[in-house]
Nanobody, 117 residues
Framework: QVQLVESGGGLVQAGGSLRLSCAAS????????MGWFRQAPGKEREFVAA????????SYADSVKGRFTVSRDNAKNTVYLQMNSLKPEDTAVYYC??????????WGQGTQVTVSS
């Protein structure tokens, strides 16, 4: 069992930065691939970034590549999403998720990110 709690969302002007955190509980956190997703109003949830268990491998959606950085600290059971050069189109609820047996299985409650123009 893994429980996930996101934090760090808020209102920021275009061009600004935010860092999201996802605190996890559960013995298997350090072995899980962790992902960040987002869902804007009226749109489907979309993949943003992912990181493997050691942090040695990351992947990003094309829309955020070069602006967002995913990282993790297994000692703190936390995964982060550093978001720079934010754009109004980044406005969404951001979710973290833990992968189990090849599928994103555990989800947090989400944190709202709003970017004003």
């Amino acid at each position: 069992q893994v429980q996930l709690v996101e934090s760090g969302g808020g209102l920021v002007q275009a061009g600004g930065s935010l860092r999201l955190s996802c605190a996890a509980s559960g013995r298997t956190f350090s072995t899980n691939v962790m992902g960040w997703f987002r869902q804007a109003p009226g749109k489907e949830r979309e993949f943003v970034a992912a990181i493997n268990w050691s942090g040695s491998s990351t992947s990003y959606a094309d829309s955020v590549k070069g602006r967002f950085t995913v990282s993790r600290d297994n000692a703190k059971n936390t995964v982060y999403l550093q978001m720079n050069s934010l754009k109004p189109e980044d406005t969404a609820v951001y979710y973290c998720s833990a992968k189990v047996a090849g599928s994103y299985y555990y989800w947090g409650q989400g944190t709202q990110v709003t970017v004003s123009s």
